[in-house]
């Protein structure tokens, strides 16, 4: 699909006089490079992708695309794992990266103000130093922006204690899909709803975010970091609910199985874990230092009453920075045993995990495939990586029945279809395991609200025919403003 080739010439002519001829690629062979992001089971190859470099260039490039009826997406690095950022039926995409500025700290309010493509750990980084942080961190945080995050409401292994990325926006700008730049939130507890909270998750389909104001923390005076190597998956998985019930928060509460683990042993960080393991734990509490070795011991104690093999705390920061890296770089090191994954997302409650590792693997039997699990255990989200090899006839379809059913189990045990990933492309079937029709038509409302001709970013997120807004395509006619 997408543009006829007269008008495809006509508006890749406008997006040059607007941004330079060097930020607008137009020719298949550039092109390609974008036709999926870490979501690579669909494709689609855009048709055009243009590179803005301020919130005025976005503005001018929305209202042109939305003038022509010309549907468009936005995207940051690509790392999206639903397929949020994929151009399925040739959207224009209107790529952040260029837009990749700290703008301002403000250490007296804490508060930082980034562009969106600022890149996630960058900017811990850059605060480093005056011994604050940005606490959101994505596994993924060396590569993906901060407004991919703020589109995905990205958590990470701290997110346990210190909450996902909608708790840590306080202000938008944001282009509204007909070109209109607006301002959200930036006033502690303004009045009015919380379209902050709203837009944060809404996965590019209210606009594109071009400038956010985020949280920064103080570094913690203190962190102490515990593995702990269990034989049973079963135990690891009662350790985690034990730990939260006996009312500790740790920071982060992160848990891999066999399969995980003969994967990282396998990739670029390994940490040496004996190859007949069942289950890694890496429990980590942080505050301030006094109190901490105590909170630690009660994380150690509550791991011995579960048939733990071995559980100790990090001997020096590089050992911790070690096992962080082998847990960090655990999707990627799939690689090493399986031609391809899928990574699913889903969260349940803690308290089920056993069960739920139960039915995953009869998933896995029933259909012949693999299943890896990481987790972030402590809130209960978790990471079902299915190994297969799209070189196999049907593997490839199988293994994304085999993550749909995943998808119910978790849906059926009272969690949910996404935790941190978003729906995307992926997961728009799946969302009919928690909402009836009536409730995503509300929803959809809702969007229409911003996004009102379903421009910007279509296709995405909701089940066809939940209620298909069709798009009132005519011949696009070039506009002159
Ligand atoms: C190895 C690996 C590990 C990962 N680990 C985690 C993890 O621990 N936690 C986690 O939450 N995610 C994780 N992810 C997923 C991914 O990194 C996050 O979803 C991230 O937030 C995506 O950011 P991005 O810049 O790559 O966005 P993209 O993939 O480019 O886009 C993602 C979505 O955001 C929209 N979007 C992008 N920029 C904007 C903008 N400026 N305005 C409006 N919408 C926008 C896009 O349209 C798309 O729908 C991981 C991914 C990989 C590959």
Request: proline share 10%.
């Given at each position: 699909m997408g543009m006829d080739s007269q008008t495809k010439a006509l508006i890749v002519g406008r997006l040059e006089q607007m941004v330079g001829p060097r930020a607008v690629l137009h020719r298949y062979e550039d092109l390609v490079a974008y036709e999926c992001d870490g979501y690579t089971i669909h494709k689609g190859v855009p048709s055009i992708v243009v590179f803005p470099k301020s919130t005025q260039e976005v503005s001018d490039v929305v209202r042109l695309l939305h003038q022509n009826r010309i549907p468009y997406l936005p995207r940051g690095a690509g790392t999206g794992l639903s397929g949020g950022a994929t151009a399925l039926n040739g959207e224009v995409v209107i790529s952040l990266v260029r837009m990749n500025k700290l703008l301002d700290v403000d250490y007296a309010n804490r508060k930082a103000v980034v562009q969106p493509?600022?890149?996630?750990?960058k900017l811990s980084n850059s605060i480093a130093s005056k011994g604050y942080y940005y606490a959101p961190d994505p596994s993924s945080q060396a590569a993906c922006t901060i407004g991919g995050n703020v589109a995905e409401n990205a958590g990470g292994a701290h997110c346990l204690k210190y909450g996902v990325t909608t708790n840590h926006v306080i202000g938008l700008e944001l282009v509204l899909p007909d070109g209109e730049i607006v301002r959200i939130g930036g006033v502690p507890d303004a009045p009015g709803y919380d379209l902050l909270g709203f837009l944060t998750g809404s996965e590019g389909t209210m606009g594109i975010v071009t400038e956010i104001t985020v949280r920064i923390l103080r570094k913690p005076q203190g962190v102490l970091t515990v593995l702990a190597l269990y034989d049973e998956v079963n135990d690891a998985s009662q350790a985690v609910s034990d730990i939260i019930s006996a009312g500790i928060v740790p920071a982060a509460l992160e848990m891999m199985d066999r399969t995980a683990i003969e994967a990282v042993e396998s990739?670029?960080?390994?940490?040496?874990?004996?190859?007949?393991?069942g289950a890694v734990l890496i429990v980590e509490v942080d505050g301030i230092a006094a109190g901490l070795q105590e909170q630690i011991e009660r994380v150690m104690e509550v791991c011995r009453k579960h048939r733990v093999r071995e559980v100790r705390q990090s001997r020096d920061p590089q050992e911790r920075t070690r096992w962080w890296a082998n847990r960090k770089t655990a999707f990627g090191a799939m690689g090493t045993i399986s031609p391809d994954y899928m990574v699913q997302d889903g969260v349940i409650p803690r308290s089920k995990l056993p069960e739920v590792l139960a039915r995953i693997g009869e998933v896995s039997s029933k259909y012949g495939l693999r299943i890896a699990n990481v987790f972030h255990a402590g809130d209960g989200n978790l990471h079902p990586l299915i190994l297969y090899n799209s070189?196999?006839?049907?593997e490839k379809e199988r293994a994304v029945r085999a993550g749909s059913e995943v998808l119910k189990v978790c849906a059926d045990v009272g969690g949910s279809i996404t935790g941190e990933h978003g729906v995307g492309i992926e997961k728009m079937e799946d969302m009919r395991f928690i909402f009836t029709e009536e409730e995503m038509n509300a929803q959809m409302q809702v969007r229409d609200v911003f996004n009102p001709d379903n421009l910007c970013n279509p296709g995405k997120v909701f089940p066809k025919p939940a209620r298909c807004v069709e798009l009132k395509r005519s011949a696009p006619l070039i506009h002159s403003s």
């Open positions: 493509g600022f890149v996630n750990l990739g670029n960080y390994p940490v040496g874990y004996p190859s007949d393991l070189m196999e006839d049907g």
